[in-house]
């Protein structure tokens, strides 16, 4: 529906999960139909477990000859991504980058800057926004990576 509304063209959409293999994997969700609460990570999502296809985005990127954005909201599956996306060699394929990184999320210990050196490494410029939390909580920060 929003690309329609928005007029969007040569825009391809996918109903999948994202991470680092291609096949069925584990889905949680909440069991309210209206909660946006959902991962491949049973401690991001929701109680009830479903199963849904997964792919990996480097095989998509691969194929693409040219790629302007990749928005990649996937509530706690970035690093499994970004793992798959160096191994692949197809980091670097996207101009942009739109990023909902999940900082210290389930208690692991800060690592943002890690995250960020590939990209870095690749040429992209970045810019980050964050709401200040609690310093013991997980915090949702927003990543715009640009390579020119």
Aim: hydrophobic residues 35%.
């Amino acid at each position: 529906r929003n690309v329609t509304v928005n007029g969007l063209q040569d825009v391809e959409l996918r109903q999948c999960a994202l991470g680092n293999l291609d096949g069925a994997t584990s889905f949680f969700v909440n069991s309210d139909p209206g909660s946006l609460v959902c991962s491949t990570r049973q401690d991001r999502g929701g109680e009830q477990r479903i199963e849904v296809m997964c792919e990996r985005l480097s095989h998509t990127l691969a194929a693409a000859d040219r790629v302007d954005v990749v928005k990649m909201d996937v509530e706690g599956a970035e690093w499994e991504i970004l793992d798959d996306l160096i191994a692949s060699g197809t980091l670097s394929k996207p101009r942009r980058y739109l990023i909902e990184y999940h900082h210290q999320l389930g208690g692991e210990s800060a690592r943002l800057c890690r995250f960020l050196c590939p990209f870095e490494q690749a040429g992209y410029r970045y810019q980050i926004a964050a709401h200040m939390n609690e310093p013991t909580a997980f915090q949702d920060v927003l990543l715009h990576l640009v390579r020119d």
